[in-house]
Nanobody, 124 residues
Framework: QVQLVESGGGLVQAGGSLRLSCVVSGRTFSSYGIGWFRQAPGKEREFVAAFSWSGDNTYYRDSVKGRFTISRDNAKNTVYLQMNSLKSEDTAVYYC?????????????????WGQGTQVTVSS
């Protein structure tokens, strides 16, 4: 079993920054591909960013490229999402998730384990 706990959400003005953290426990950290998703009110959950299975590559949805950065600290079993130049449309609950397969990084159906989510609100 894998547990994921997000933190770092909050209220920020447009143009500001936040860093989300996701602590992964329960299994070997490197055994999973970690991704970030978000869900805004009334909308479906959508992919934000993820590591490849090897952890060597990163992937982003187009709307966050150049603004968001996913990173990891293997010693702390923690994945981060640095979010800069935030926009009102980034407002959502952000989830980190773990997948135990080397494909489907952008598809939530391939992620078996999810955190509880952290709210990010960007005021315009």
């Amino acid at each position: 079993q894998v547990q994921l706990v997000e933190s770092g959400g909050g209220l920020v003005q447009a143009g500001g920054s936040l860093r989300l953290s996701c602590v992964v426990s329960g299994r070997t950290f490197s055994s999973y591909g970690i991704g970030w998703f978000r869900q805004a009110p009334g909308k479906e959950r959508e992919f934000v960013a993820a590591f490849s299975w090897s952890g060597d590559n990163t992937y982003y949805r187009d709307s966050v490229k150049g603004r968001f950065t996913i990173s990891r600290d293997n010693a702390k079993n923690t994945v981060y999402l640095q979010m800069n130049s935030l926009k009102s449309e980034d407002t959502a609950v952000y989830y980190c998730a773990a997948r135990d397969r080397n494909y489907g990084y952008s598809d939530s159906r391939h992620y078996a384990y999810w955190g509880q989510g952290t709210q990010v609100t960007v005021s315009s």
